[in-house]
């Protein structure tokens, strides 16, 4: 099953995939004692200009699907079509133009930017690679120019990354991504590691961008209050699956599955008058290993509505209303 | 009634190669018995050097608490001897850090941990210790005790871990828990459980709380009254609900209005707008690059 509309062809259709972690022990004769499942039959489409928001918690395999895109891990199983070609089967040359419409932006503008390049190297170091921009000069303005786009001053190419703030450090890493004109860019908790005015205003200059340069993103967060304001769609995790898919506004106000409610219920409003009037019973247990995921529905030792049907029969995704898809047989 | 603690024109230093930091620049709060106060703020602003300077626990060098009161229960931690400043720690004031594995010891048992405390703080004999030890994790929720005491640190869930923390802080009644970001480490649905079984236990036991956060929806939902610090001051205090729906100070106005909410569907532009002159001033050289950096 494929969670496509019938609109035109998307510009990245993930179907079926899954990627397994072998799991060995011992030192010397690897045996192999079972896998991470950390993604675990994934179908998720997203249309060219989209904003696509993937949530859930530490380990649910939102990092593990955005390194398959980027193919910096080969899938166990099932396909990744970019443009409606396979990308696992690239040879060398279409991988490296793929390499170029695709980019990624960290969490952690520290330790993704080396400390002792220039920022202008760490901008223009793409262009080299890809044999873009050749003409120093004309490298030397491109950077200046991303800087600039990307709301730092042009003179911060002469910095080094620690003399700058976080924020600053991250609208280098969005520059760097720039740089070879994608057309896709994983944003993998982006904004995760910032303080929130900083994050607000990281989100703002992703949004200027995306409406600029008609850029597609797949916006990684397991904070659900960022991904409110730039994402078209959003999709929850668990344990290697998608448990709801819905547009953001119909996400967020009315949210069907039983894990994405305790997800939302989970985050304080910051409104002394709401929270005082709120009551909620935070959702018990925690989250079961990826090795050996429970069977049948992957939430139901957590879940407050599980039946006995649950714990055998793996929920598939239903469309419970139009464009709204929920993995749950007991919600309606 | 008096409160129960008082901090007064706290400051505290850092000497580094770039000069002196003034981590905590002349704090001043108070804290009634069994109230829970937050202190909320951006990264760097002192929050958890606030808290270190109360406990004492302020590596020197290359820190010193340069001035000050605190006054807890009556006496005033500044004066106290190193020696009846450790007993104070962990019986009269429990701690609850962000991250648990660098406060516990990873070669002690979980059970040998909490015993310790009682051990030391309460002069209880093994068995006494061991049996105050089932009723703190039945306490804290968690389930199979006998087992649990038996594991070590790294055998247990950064939540599990927390729930444990929350045990030894308790374990000697004491009157105050300061919490330095006790669950920013921790996923959603497992802060949420953390934080509800704090707020459950002080509530129950009576015990006053200093959360530190800079998650201004966990300000709203726990805290009675509120500081708002920043680079090393507080520049703003009072009831949660007052501070929230009539913020005063500018820095305030900008962090509150840069939250992200999700029960609202898309709001007006998230950073701050208005006045950006008087923010400017208000926010130079410090990381908070709320207008510098802005696109
Ligand atoms: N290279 C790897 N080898 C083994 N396990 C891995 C590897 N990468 C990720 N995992 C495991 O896969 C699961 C999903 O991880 P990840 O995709 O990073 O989750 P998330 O980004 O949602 O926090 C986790 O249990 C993680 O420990
Ligand atoms: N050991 C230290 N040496 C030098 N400066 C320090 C040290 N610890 C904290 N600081 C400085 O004190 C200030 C306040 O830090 P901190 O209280 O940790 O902030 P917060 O907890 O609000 O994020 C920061 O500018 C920080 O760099
Ligand atoms: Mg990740
Ligand atoms: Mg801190």
Redesign the interface.
């Given at each position: 099953m494929t969670v496509a509309s019938a609109e035109a062809q998307p510009l990245l259709q993930v179907r079926g995939l899954r990627m397994h972690f072998p799991v060995t022990e011992g030192m010397i004769a690897r045996r192999h004692i079972g896998d991470v499942k950390a993604v675990d039959g994934v179908d998720l489409a997203i249309q060219r200009g989209e904003t696509l928001g993937l949530v859930g918690e530490s380990g649910c395999g939102k990092t593990t699907m955005g390194r398959c895109i980027l193919r910096l891990e080969k899938p166990t199983a099932g396909e990744i079509l970019y443009n409606g070609i396979d990308i696992a089967r690239l040879d060398r040359r279409e991988l490296v133009a793929l390499r170029r419409r695709i980019q990624v932006i960290f969490q952690d503008p520290y330790s993704s930017l080396n400390p002792r390049q220039k920022v202008g190297s760490i901008i223009g170091e793409p262009m080299m690679v890809h044999g873009v921009e050749k003409d120093p000069r004309r490298r030397a303005d491109r950077v200046r120019e991303l800087l600039s786009v990307c709301g730092l001053n042009p003179n911060f190419a002469d910095r080094y990354p620690h003399e700058m703030s976080g924020g600053q450090r991250q609208r280098v890493g969005i520059a760097r991504a720039l740089a070879l004109n994608p057309e896709f860019i994983v944003c993998d908790e982006a904004v995760s590691a910032l303080d929130v005015s900083i994050q607000a205003q990281i989100i703002n200059l992703l949004e200027d961008l995306r409406d600029k340069f008609n850029l597609t993103y797949l916006f990684i967060a397991h904070d659900l209050s960022v991904v409110r304001h730039l994402c078209q769609r959003v999709a929850v995790m668990y344990l290697g699956r998608v448990v709801e898919l819905a547009e953001c506004d119909e996400l967020f106000d009315n949210p069907l599955h039983p894990y994405t409610k305790a997800l939302l219920a989970a985050v304080p409003v910051p409104d002394p008058a709401v929270e005082a009037e709120r009551a909620f019973q935070p959702v018990r247990g925690e989250v079961p290993s990826p090795i050996n995921p429970p069977p049948g529905c992957v939430f139901h030792p957590r879940c407050p509505l599980a039946i006995e049907q649950c714990r055998r029969v793996r929920p598939e995704l239903r469309e419970l209303r139009p464009g709204h898809w929920v993995a749950c047989d007991v919600v309606s | 009634m008096p409160p129960l603690l008082e901090v007064k024109e706290l400051h505290t230093e850092f000497r580094t190669g770039a000069g002196v930091v003034r981590a905590v620049d002349g704090i001043s709060y108070t804290v009634d018995p069994g109230e829970t106060v937050a202190i909320v703020g951006?990264?760097g602003s002192g929050k958890s050097v606030g808290a270190l300077s109360i406990m004492r626990l302020i590596p020197d060098p290359p820190g010193r608490i340069t001035g000050g009161e605190v006054w807890f229960a009556g006496r005033d931690l500044m004066t106290l001897s190193e020696e009846e400043m450790r007993r104070m720690r962990g019986s009269e004031i429990g701690m609850v850090f962000q991250e648990p594995m660098t406060s516990l010891n990873p070669v002690l048992t979980i059970g040998r941990q909490i015993t310790e405390t009682l051990e030391q703080h309460r002069g209880m004999d093994r068995a006494a210790a061991d049996q105050r030890a089932v009723e703190l994790l039945g306490l804290v929720g968690i389930a199979d005790a006998k087992r649990r005491l038996e594991q070590y640190p790294h055998q247990l869930?950064g939540?599990?871990r927390q729930r444990i923390m929350i045990a030894i802080a308790l374990a000697c009644d004491p009157k105050l828990i300061i919490a330095d970001e006790p669950t920013t480490a921790l996923?959603?649905?497992?802060?949420?459980?953390i934080?509800?079984l704090m707020q459950k236990l002080t509530r129950q036991l009576g015990v006053a709380l200093i959360i530190i956060t800079?998650?201004?929806?966990?300000?709203?939902?726990?805290a009675q009254r509120v500081n708002v610090m920043y680079a090393g001051r507080i520049v703003e205090s009072g009831a949660?609900?007052a501070l929230?729906?009539n913020p005063r100070h500018p820095y305030t106005i900008?962090?509150?209005r840069?939250?992200?909410?999700?029960?609202r569907?898309?709001?007006p532009?998230?950073?701050?707008t208005g006045a950006p002159g008087q923010l400017s001033a208000c926010f130079r050289s410090h990381?908070?690059?709320?207008t510098a950096?802005?696109?």
């Open positions: - | 951006e990264s869930s939540g599990m996923d959603v649905t497992i802060q949420a459980q934080l509800e800079h998650n201004l929806g966990v300000v709203a939902r726990y949660a609900a929230y729906h900008a962090l509150l840069s939250v992200p909410r999700l029960d569907p898309r709001p532009p998230l950073a701050p990381e908070l690059d709320i950096g802005a696109a």
